[in-house]
């Protein structure tokens, strides 16, 4: 089927998220769809799956307008979208979550075509179990099962690639290009990796502030790539932080420690940290790293064992107590831990630093507009703040003096530019001697920017090694279970 | 009758509205809506089906008309708290008072008459039973009604494609809604549906159990006791009529403890059975306790059972769900 948007314009309130985007999407090929946070790329996809209407201009399908889009309607004209967070229910065993929303089918029907479309594309999915158990991976590959079991022959697929294996990555891309060359449908992969999109897309479109920017065929080049997505101030790649200073004792101790957290516990966890150290935890997620953070943040329990910080025994105590001790965590959730969503800046500053003295807008000013480049005013609130705005307040509201900063996924949903800032700003902190603990999904940035390297697999500490002695390859195998720590 | 089978036909019959009324709410808040009329709405039900029966000769009549005004009820959750977005909890509440008043005040010329009741149905087959059967056999239409209603939305949550849907709904409603399913239709209807069987409680209570109108009624405290039923019976339905008996057991109980221990004071037997219901609650909930999960950790089997009775509420319990606003 081909596809053809005529100008559309979504507007949001004020705000604008797609003005006058007009392209064709031919059938049988795999389109990527590239651009920063907030370019309008999922905005632009939503109206395609019927989940929004456009503002202005329309949809037109094999030539033919269909009027207003639901998504009931967008999935009987073949379309499906395939959502960054599973849009799936957790509560619900694998095969309802198949049923649910798709043929009229009986248990035992369902579960036979399940592993039908399953064993064609070497999906594994255990029917009875509930969605829950499942990574995001497998989540994922049984919402794509899903729709083409409904008949999708256009697919769009939002940072798919976000929170999933190595391994899920090349049997999904896999898929994909099936789905497209062998089966002739449409492949919209909305991602902002570029390497990922060169590898595997016919032709990338790029979206940048709400506009096309640019519409490429192969072969692709990265530093064109970058100008057409962020304009032509930026450059791809990574810093390295600060190297570790040598001969400096570790000052905290996780000793033979049980974690306990909410779905699952780690067992005998043992680690110790150096001032300035930068830790990176590699696993998928589930598999014990945000345990870890949490339980040395004081917000998770921990059932055996002790921490140890500078002589004192943390374990147990109140979180008060961890903060006092001069640790700090900073929640992946942004909005939903870190912020108060409808407080604003001023407002934020104030609670971080009650005992500041002088004109708290002033200070805003100085410190988060000016040194930390937050792009907003004072008085707007939290919840208004672009991605890559709200880290940059997070990382405003960091008390000054603190030996330990736990950091879940620091540049997730971030675009290059964003997430370079923040590690700008996390290295200034190494510098002062501040020791760093992260996690992410992004194999890479653990690579570049850690002194030493956790790997998780299995609700396991699998490997503790300092990072040039293990490449992105090996932590990919690790976290996939497929080699044994040395 | 010998006495234990005297007792079950007591548990049965004082359990039936109650049930009814779990059941009812079940289904509300398992598409994802609290309605928290539930006291209130029984009361004006009751009263309805009462003065309405009275007036006609015809308690079937009546409750048809207690099973209307709870789905007026409904809708008046539906209407402001979903169609509107404004809050449900605010909107139960004061709908919860509102009822209330207008059933006393409505029904005060009617209080205190002998009205018509549902007749008792003796099943053949069943009423021969051993033992059971004299339990069993002779009961109201709504004992029967309750019980046929649990096993059926038990089967229509958990086997129909309907029953999928509608927990879909009170999980995820987003993603629900990107399937195609029409989720405010869905918690609109349901709201409704789970309303009839409220009000059906209320005429349980006037039509059969505690017959009759008058202030107080007797029906007076159970809604409450139905919304925490719910919440104990984590959003199943058998479980749901299970702990709906248990209470109703501990009244029955009550009575004839109070005959055994006459030196007691007699309210002590009247109030026992909500601090019991508590505790219940608590142990149904042990789970969650850390030193139950820590002993999860060295005992695996445990895990097993406890997953099989771990309750969670449906995720997107009174939320309002809007697409537009989710960009």
């Not at chain 1, 089927?1 to 507007?11: A, G, N, S, T, V």
């Not at chain 1, 109140?318 to 870190?338: D, K, N, T, W």
């Not at chain 2, 009822?99 to 009617?110: E, I, Q, S, V």
């Amino acid at each position: 089927m081909r596809i053809e948007f005529q100008d559309i314009h979504k507007y949001y309130g004020r705000v604008r998220a797609n003005a006058g985007i007009s392209l064709v999407l031919e059938p049988g090929r795999i389109y990527g769809l590239l651009g920063e946070n907030g370019a309008g790329k999922t905005t632009l996809m939503r109206m395609l799956a019927g989940h929004t209407q456009p503002s202005r201009g329309r949809i037109l399908f094999d030539g033919e307008s269909v009027g207003r889009l639901s998504p009931s309607r967008a999935l009987g004209m073949g379309v499906g979208m395939l959502y960054q967070d599973p849009q799936d229910f957790p509560a619900l065993t694998v095969w309802e979550n198949f049923r649910l929303g798709g043929r009229r089918r009986d248990k035992r029907n369902a579960i036979q075509r399940l592993q039908e479309l399953g064993d064609r594309f070497h999906f594994r999915l255990p029917p009875e179990e509930r969605a829950t158990e499942l990574t995001v991976g497998e989540r994922q590959q049984l919402d794509l099962l899903r729709l083409l079991d409904l008949g999708a022959n256009v697919l769009i697929l939002d940072e798919p690639t976000t929170g999933i294996s190595v391994t899920q990555k090349e049997t999904l891309f896999a898929a994909m290009n099936q789905l497209a060359k062998d089966q002739g449908r449409t492949i919209i992969f909305v991602t902002h990796k570029l390497a990922e999109a060169e590898e595997l897309c016919q032709e990338i479109l790029v979206l940048r502030q709400g506009r096309l920017a640019g519409q490429l065929l192969p072969p692709f080049r990265s530093d064109e790539l970058v100008d057409l997505m962020f304009g032509s101030e930026s450059g791809a790649g990574g810093e390295a932080g600060p190297k570790l200073q040598p001969n400096k004792n570790p000052f905290l101790s996780l000793e033979h420690a049980q974690l306990v957290g909410e779905k699952y516990a780690l067992s005998n966890a043992s680690l110790s940290i150096r001032p300035g150290e930068i830790v990176g935890l590699a696993g998928l997620e589930g598999n014990g790293q945000e345990l870890l953070l949490r339980s040395l943040a004081g917000l998770t329990r921990v059932a055996k064992g002790r921490i140890i910080m500078g002589g004192e025994q943390l374990q147990g105590l109140p979180y008060v107590r961890f903060r006092q001790a001069g640790i700090h965590f900073f929640p992946a959730a942004r909005l939903e831990e870190g912020l108060f969503p409808d407080l604003s800046l001023v407002e934020h500053f104030q609670l971080a630093f009650p005992t500041a003295r002088g004109n708290p807008v002033e200070r805003l000013s100085e410190e988060g507009i000016r040194r930390f480049r937050i792009h907003a005013q004072p008085f707007a609130s939290a919840r208004t703040l672009s991605g890559g705005n709200q880290q940059r307040l997070l990382l405003a509201l960091i008390p000054k003096q603190i030996k330990l900063l736990l950091l879940e996924h620091p540049t997730r949903g971030l675009d290059q530019g964003a997430g370079k800032l923040v590690w700008h700003h996390l290295a200034e902190r190494c510098r002062q001697d501040t020791s760093l603990i992260f996690s992410s999904a992004d194999l890479e940035e653990i690579k570049t920017h850690s002194h030493r390297i956790l790997v998780f697999y299995n609700r396991r500490l699998v490997a503790d090694r300092p990072s040039q002695s293990i490449s992105v390859e090996e932590m990919g195998r690790l976290m996939a279970g497929q080699a044994t720590a040395a | 009758m010998d006495f234990l089978a005297l007792t079950l036909a007591g548990i049965l019959s004082a359990g039936a509205p109650i049930v009814l009324a779990t059941l009812g709410e079940t289904l509300t808040e398992r598409a994802g809506v609290i309605n928290l009329s539930l006291d209130g709405t029984i009361l004006l039900a009751a009263m309805t089906g009462f003065v309405l029966a009275l007036l006609s000769g015809n308690p079937w009549l009546g409750l048809l008309a207690s099973t209307a005004v709870g789905a007026t009820s409904a809708a008046a959750v539906a209407l402001l708290g979903l169609a509107l977005a404004r809050s449900q909890l605010a909107v139960g509440f004061i709908l919860t008072l509102l009822c209330r008043d207008l059933a006393y005040f409505l029904g005060h010329n009617y209080a205190r008459q002998l009205g018509p009741e549902l007749p008792v149905w003796s099943i053949p087959g069943i009423r021969d039973l051993p033992f059971v059967g004299p339990a069993l056999g002779y009961q109201s239409p709504v004992v029967y009604l309750s019980l046929l209603l649990t096993f059926f939305l038990w089967w229509w949550l958990f086997s129909t494609r309907a029953g999928l849907e509608l927990r879909a709904v009170g999980e995820q409603p987003w993603a629900a809604f990107t399937r195609g399913i029409r989720v405010q239709r869905l918690r609109i209807t349901y709201t409704l549906l789970g309303g009839a069987l409220v009000g059906m409680a209320g005429g349980a209570f006037s039509l059969a159990v505690k017959p009759g109108w008058g202030r107080p009624q007797g029906a007076e405290g159970a809604g409450w006791i139905a919304l925490a039923i719910v919440i104990f019976g984590g959003w199943h339905p058998l479980r749901a009529a299970l702990g709906a008996y248990l209470f109703a057991a501990l009244q029955v109980l009550g009575i004839h403890l109070q005959e055994l221990f006459p030196m007691l004071p007699a309210s002590l037997f009247q109030v026992a059975p909500f601090p019991v219901m508590i505790l219940t609650l608590l142990l149904v909930n042990v789970g969650t306790a850390n030193w139950f999960r820590d002993l999860t950790l060295r005992y695996p089997g445990l895990k097993k059972w406890l997953n099989r009775w771990q309750v969670t509420a449906p995720a997107a319990l009174g939320r309002d769900f809007r697409p537009e606003k989710e960009a």
